[in-house]
């Protein structure tokens, strides 16, 4: 059921009207109960003679009253918005899991990272640092923020910030990759392989296309079901583009530190020790940053898509990459990672004093 409240013919406007349609809730869908119900502001399409929400977006709702703004007059009406309560819940606590699950995993790999003063000086161990802190402040803005669509305000606010974060998280897995080419292509320390260099570059671009989006495009940091990029107008493509610039620079230089690596392979017979371990070391890796690619950039490339999307899939598959990145980032720069095991390995043995080196302390 619908109520038309018919204003003028459709007329574009330079400014948004921001109007409120009176009208109680329980009047507009009282046949199922089981289901999840939610009023949304739409007007008539006469062309294709359709409701349409293009141009309209509900900004809040009560009881007896429902706000909107429009960028145009014409008919609007009020609709209910009904979908099943329970796939919707099962979907929700999923959802919670996997992201509690990847923040708990990305907290103890901080926490790893700070606890040893040895890493603090390696610039791949830098890195990670910034990839971590940005992922949990990402999926943080996830868990919490994403549904706050009933403060305009603070849901802008909650867009931008996950939209600059998401933005962080491509940029350093991209500086991942060009340390790695810088480990694999010169010998010689480089002037431009720097922490100061990454986070310019790192930092500097997510922030330079979120000043420009925000700035220009204000109102669409809002996609009126949750707190990220609309969709109507192209807004999302201010993070699809990027990312799949980003995600493409790194599929591209990942290839050239595997065709290096592959060759130099050969080379390492009959070199000392100390260079067969830094090759394998770096060989390591290699492989991991390789496994952690297609992880990082397919979740957030259907991830736009699945926030704003009606297709339950693309939520699914969207979750479970979510939920995965931060236990694969744990598994991978912490388990299994040369740096960190020496360090552990270090600690523990700290104040193990063995035989040998009692005598050589005697003499």
Not at 107 to 114: D, H, K, N, T
Not at 152 to 167: D, G, P, W
Not at 318 to 344: A, K, M, P, W
Request: charged share 15%.
């Amino acid at each position: 059921m619908c109520i038309v409240y018919d204003i003028v013919s459709f007329t574009r406007l330079k400014a948004r009207l921001n109007f409120s349609l009176f009208q109680k809730m329980d009047t507009l869908y009282t046949e199922n109960e089981s289901v999840d119900k939610e009023p949304i502001c739409l007007f008539f399409n006469e062309t294709q003679l359709v409701w349409s929400d293009e141009g309209v977006t509900t900004i809040n709702y009560s009881q007896d009253k429902v706000s909107c703004y429009s960028d145009h007059i014409t008919s609007f009406s009020v609709m209910m918005k009904v979908t099943k309560a329970e796939d919707n819940k099962a979907l929700s606590l999923m959802s919670k899991v996997c992201v509690s699950l990847s923040l708990i995993a990305l907290v103890v790999s901080l926490i790893v990272y700070c606890l040893f003063p040895e890493l603090w000086k390696s610039l791949r161990v830098s890195i990670h640092k910034n990839l971590v802190v940005n992922m949990i402040s990402m999926q943080s803005l996830f868990l919490f923020g994403i549904d706050k669509t009933g403060n305009k305000i603070i849901c802008a606010v909650v867009s931008v910030l996950l939209h600059f974060t998401a933005l962080n998280t491509f940029t350093w897995m991209f500086g991942e990759a060009v340390y790695l080419l810088f480990k694999v292509s010169t010998s010689a320390p480089s002037q431009h392989n720097r922490l100061r260099n990454y986070m310019a570059v790192c930092y500097g671009i997510p922030l330079i296309i979120v000043v420009i989006s925000s700035a220009g495009f204000t109102s669409e940091y809002n996609d009126g079901d949750s707190c990220w990029l609309g969709q109507e107008r192209g807004m999302i493509w201010a993070f699809v583009a990027p990312a799949l610039c980003i995600a493409m620079g790194n599929t591209g230089i990942m290839c050239i530190v595997v065709r290096i690596i592959y060759k130099r392979a050969g080379n390492m017979v009959g070199k000392p020790a100390a260079a067969r371990n830094k090759f394998k070391q770096l060989r390591k890796a290699t492989r991991g940053t390789l496994m952690l690619l297609p992880i990082m950039g397919s979740a957030w490339i259907i991830g736009p898509f699945a926030v704003s999307s009606d297709t339950e899939f693309l939520d699914y598959v969207f979750n479970l990459l979510n939920g995965s990145q931060g236990v694969f980032i744990f598994l991978i720069y912490c388990v299994f990672d040369n740096e960190t095991n020496e360090c552990f390995k270090k600690r523990f043995k700290k104040n193990e004093v063995t035989p040998a080196t009692e005598m050589t302390q005697n003499e």
